[in-house]
T-cell receptor
């Protein structure tokens, strides 16, 4: 069975500082990994995805994530936080199948950006 | 044009009532989902349909019944609503392959009083 753990339900950063959101996963097969962002009262938007092509994945809005198999991690980073980055971030894992893509989500990390 | 649209956006109702939430996607995707997000923001899959056929049915009370009249639509009917059903319900779709991301609707906030 697959699972995802996001360390820290809340992260507070200053504008311009590094954003680091931690995600560890467990999966019985090589996983597909995703980061989603959720702004207030909205649905989830895809930030980036890992599908085994490259271990360092670049996404939208300046975010990137690095897949480390040995650590079963997929941490999300952004070098310089912007006020608009304040949102809830979700890491997700999928073992995939021919019939569909059952995503298992972590508990989410709320990012607060201080001016 | 909205890719995955849900109606209504807000739904307030009393315990014991029956209600439905509708979802439509115009992306041509084969697979659609219902996810539930509780008050602590935890997201859990409820159902998945692939081309109108049920393929994922998590441990969800029988009071919840999904229906897919065609592959572009997936509705969720809930009977005998309970306080614990209060949550945000998200519809999503994907082309169907394992590494395809899900496209989410904006959610339906259900409040049961």
């Amino acid at each position: 069975a697959q699972s995802v753990t996001q360390l820290g339900s809340h992260v507070s950063v200053s504008e311009g500082a590094l954003v680091l959101l931690r995600c560890n996963y467990s999966s019985s097969v090589p996983p597909y990994l995703f980061w989603y962002v959720q702004y207030p009262n909205q649905g989830l938007q895809l930030l980036l995805k890992y599908t085994s092509a490259a271990t360092l994945v670049k996404g939208i809005n300046g975010f990137e994530a690095e897949f480390k198999k040995s650590e079963t991690s997929f941490h999300l980073t952004k070098p310089s936080a912007h006020m608009s980055d304040a949102a809830e971030y979700f890491c997700a894992v999928s073992e995939g199948s021919a019939a569909g893509n059952k995503l298992t989500f972590g508990g989410g990390t709320r990012v607060l950006v201080k001016p | 044009d909205t890719a995955v649209s849900q109606t209504p956006k807000y739904l307030v109702t009393q315990m014991g009532n029956d209600k439905s939430i509708k979802c439509e996607q115009n992306l041509g995707h084969d697979t659609m989902y219902w996810y539930k997000q509780d008050s602590k923001k935890f997201l859990k899959i409820m159902f998945s349909y692939n081309n109108k056929e049920l393929i994922i049915n998590e441990t969800v009370p029988n009071r919840f019944s999904p229906k897919s009249p065609d592959k572009a639509h997936l509705n969720l009917h809930i009977n005998s609503l309970e306080l614990g059903d209060s949550a945000v319900y998200f519809c999503a779709s994907t082309p169907g392959t394992g590494n395809s991301p899900l496209h989410f609707g904006n959610g339906t906030r259900l409040t049961v009083t």
